[in-house]
């Protein structure tokens, strides 16, 4: 051996995980002329290099500078060791370690090789609906446990042909250890099926099915984490069967759109939209639609933007080829249950809504969403995390000295487990109130606990005693400590945790609801914030929320609400439609609450002030699905800047309260004065934004601060969003909103984590 041979060992930790890592470097070590090997453990990747300093150091270089693209790096160690006389460069079987901090990537897109290859005539793999390589293809959904090999996930029935075999093996070539690799001959393959489960004797399922489609036929397809309900999105009356199977009747369907120009017909796209929708994670992406769409009505009814994706799996390219047109790709469940992903479940429960099933017979481990995002200042603003985030974990300047785990809210469920410098965000669950969902709650938990290796020291929980999140944390996590944290103090930190900041902060929580510690329901909320504690300086005015839980699904009630205040009895001759709508029989029993209070707890929740004015305005008198008269109320909105109602800022001490009474009053002498709606709405939300920016100043004054956070459902509305930074902006402040992270209740359980955390500390746990 040479004296100047050295040896050194890295240690890599990160997505390095079925992101073609191993041959990417395998093909850099045999280029510098290294020997040595490389594996997969439970930690990472492990590689030993031998070879002079100089060829060390350059693949080093390497490794940092230009990793495969999926690959996300978070930690390179490196050791120098004694030679052993390594005679080549291989790749060596995976090694299982107990500690583990080794990471399953995401779901991947496609990749733009694996596409040309299944569209080349007389190619390998030309048309077949499975292709993938080290660089695409699915990953967390196909994943049992860890490491990362075949063995472990769905694919491990497919025994590789000889041809797959020998590319498996082959450090040269993309499918190098590619896991769920396989072609037409050994793999996975697509069947289709009539609704009553006839199998439909075709070479070309999804040929056949193309043409049923574009003939106003429906169908169920299998994808990566679930099932799709699929129609052609410019057939009406394909779309309403659609709807009124899905017993789904207002609430706006997903498109898939052909590709990225066809995209472009649909919605009036910024550079930020073409991007998400183009990457690897291709999430749903919310935009203004074209008039001139072709899309019918009935996709989004109400809606003046669509929600559309590009195909991500070789069967979405293959099928998108055959329609050549937008079609409806929508989450194969019932309303709020989750999305099914299990052959026999959509059998059973969905086939009848359709015409054809499109199944393949790769099982589904972990259901997974589509995930949904908008953009704001040229920044992913994301809604609903699941495909292609998760698991992908956030990465904080800090770290937990105890694992973490924070169950999140009851709507729009995500868990998080925060371990060290990671916080383990789960897949998007959703409305924990379905015992379906409860179960899939615990699938999911027990998966990352599994693939991560986890194993919680401590819970965090939502202060709200009814919300299933709370009772599996109090009930179902033994004898540990229990961290009860505040909904909307949760929001904020959510914000914090994911922006890499720290607080003090002024926080803004605007928020359909979340449970106070006084008892009443918040949700329209101005603090001081950092990890550890809250201190609530301002609120929106109590107003009753007019028969309790309905008043959300009945925004006439919360109209009710705040007219009252202004009108007393005379309400009940008000000329508008949430009063007309009430009949005479009715008025004693709202009289009587809105006089006493009767079942009618206070709230300050921001996302019912929104409610009030849409049905006030006649937009939406009763909501079909959550948040939707708001939702109504934005799209009906100019954008305005220049005018604004009043409104007052009352009490001698903290918290003050924030009243809009004197908006609503305003707003009610301009309906009657007949103004447009549609100017009114803008002037509310200009309002509102005004409202928010006011209520700063004030805590600016007390506290010094004069960064401020924006949190909470009601920042799901961009109109508002935008006019708040902006006028926060013109008043000196900086301003943090989410991005990755979505500001709804599917991102309160990162908060949650990270307070958990700074509680124990503080505990001296
Ligand atoms: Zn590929
Ligand atoms: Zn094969
Ligand atoms: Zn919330």
Not at 97 to 111: F, G, K, V
Not at 183 to 195: D, I, M, Q, V
Not at 679 to 699: P, Q, Y
Request: some cysteine; proline content about 7%.
């Amino acid at each position: 051996m040479s004296p100047d041979v050295r040896r050194a060992r890295f240690r890599v930790e990160g997505i390095v995980q079925g992101v073609g890592f191993r041959p990417f470097v395998y093909g850099a070590a045999r280029r510098l002329g290294l020997k040595g090997y490389v594996l997969n453990d439970s930690r990472g990747v492990e590689i030993v290099l031998e070879g002079s300093e100089d060829e060390i150091l350059n693949f080093e270089k390497t490794l940092t500078g230009s990793p495969p693209p999926r690959a996300r790096i978070l930690k390179i160690q490196k050791s120098w060791e004694e030679p052993e006389g390594e005679k080549e460069f291989s790749i060596r079987e995976s090694r299982s370690l107990d500690t583990t901090q080794a990471l399953i990537s995401p779901d991947i897109a496609t990749c733009p090789d694996c596409l040309r290859e299944m569209l080349t005539p007389g190619d390998y793999r030309e048309g077949y609906p499975f292709i993938n390589c080290t660089n695409c293809g699915p990953r967390f959904t196909i994943t049992l446990r860890i490491p990362y090999d075949r063995k472990n996930t769905t694919m491990a029935p497919f025994e590789m042909c000889p041809v797959c075999k020998a590319q498996y093996y082959d450090p040269e070539d993309r499918r190098f250890h590619a896991q769920p690799n396989a072609c037409r001959r050994c793999g996975p393959l697509p069947s289709l099926y009539k609704s009553d489960g006839t199998k439909i004797e075709t070479g070309d399922p999804i040929g056949f099915l193309g043409k049923e489609l574009l003939a106003g036929k429906s169908a169920l397809i299998k994808g990566l984490g679930g099932f799709h309900l699929a129609c052609d999105s410019t057939d009406t009356d394909a779309v309403i069967r659609l709807r009124s199977r899905k017993r789904r009747e207002e609430k706006p369907f997903a498109i898939m759109a052909p590709d990225l120009e066809r995209a472009e017909s649909l919605c009036d796209l910024t550079d930020a939209d073409r991007d998400l929708l183009t990457s690897f994670i291709r999430p749903v992406v919310i935009a203004p639609m074209k008039k001139d769409s072709g899309v019918s009505k009935e996709v989004a009814p109400g809606q003046n933007t669509l929600g559309i994706m590009l195909p991500y799996t070789p069967l979405h390219h293959l099928l998108m080829k055959k329609v050549n047109r937008p079609l409806v790709m929508t989450s194969g469940n019932f309303s709020d249950e989750p999305i099914i992903y299990r052959d026999d479940e959509a059998r059973e429960q969905l086939a009848p809504a359709v015409d054809y099933l499109l199944l393949h017979n790769r099982e589904i481990y972990a259901r997974c969403d589509d995930s949904v995002a908008r953009t704001f200042s040229d920044r992913p603003y994301v809604i609903r995390r699941s495909r292609g985030y998760a698991p992908d974990p956030l990465v904080l300047p800090w770290k937990s000295q105890k694992t973490v785990l924070a169950c999140g809210g009851e709507l729009k469920n995500a868990f998080c487990i925060l371990k060290d410098d990671r916080a383990y965000i789960s897949q998007h669950i959703g409305d924990l109130k379905n015992p379906e969902t409860m179960d899939a709650f615990r699938h999911s938990l027990n998966h990352f606990k599994e693939i991560f290796r986890l194993s919680p020291e401590a819970v965090a929980y939502d202060l709200h005693p009814d919300y299933r999140s709370t009772r599996f944390a109090l009930e179902e996590t033994g004898d540990i400590p229990k961290i009860g944290v505040q909904h909307h103090h949760a929001h904020i930190v959510s914000v914090l945790a994911e922006r890499g900041e720290e607080g003090p902060v002024i926080g803004v929580s605007a928020d359909g609801t979340g449970y106070g510690e006084d008892g009443a329901i918040w949700g329209g909320e101005w603090m001081t914030a950092d990890f550890k504690s809250y201190k609530r300086l301002l609120h929106l005015k109590y107003t009753p929320l007019l028969g309790g839980d309905r008043a959300a699904w009945e925004p006439w009630r919360m109209a009710l609400a705040y007219l009252y205040p202004l009108s007393g009895e005379l309400l009940v001759d008000l000329p508008l439609g949430c009063v007309s709508k009430i009949t005479s029989d009715n008025w004693p029993v709202l009289l009587k609450m809105l006089k006493t209070g009767v079942s009618s707890p206070p709230t300050s929740s921001m996302g019912r002030l929104f409610d009030a004015v849409s049905a006030l305005l006649g937009i939406r008198l009763e909501s079909h699905y959550e948040a939707q008269a708001a939702m109504e109320l934005e799209q009906a909105a100019e954008k305005i800047t220049d005018r604004s109602y009043p409104f007052k800022i009352t009490g001698d001490a903290f918290p003050l309260q924030v009243d809009p009474t004197p908006a609503i009053e305003a707003m009610l002498w301009e309906i009657l004065k007949k103004k447009p709606v549609s100017e009114i709405s803008g002037v509310f939300h200009n309002t509102v934004a005004l409202m928010i920016k006011e209520g700063c100043a004030r805590v600016r004054e007390e506290s010094g601060l004069d960064r401020v956070v924006l949190s909470g459902g009601v920042f799901q509305n961009m109109l508002l969003l935008g006019l708040a930074v902006r006028h926060l902006e013109d008043e000196g402040f900086k301003v943090l909103v989410h991005s990755q992270v979505p500001t709804n209740d599917g991102g309160i359980s990162l908060g949650q984590a990270v307070i958990g955390a700074e509680k124990l500390k503080h505990a001296g746990f």
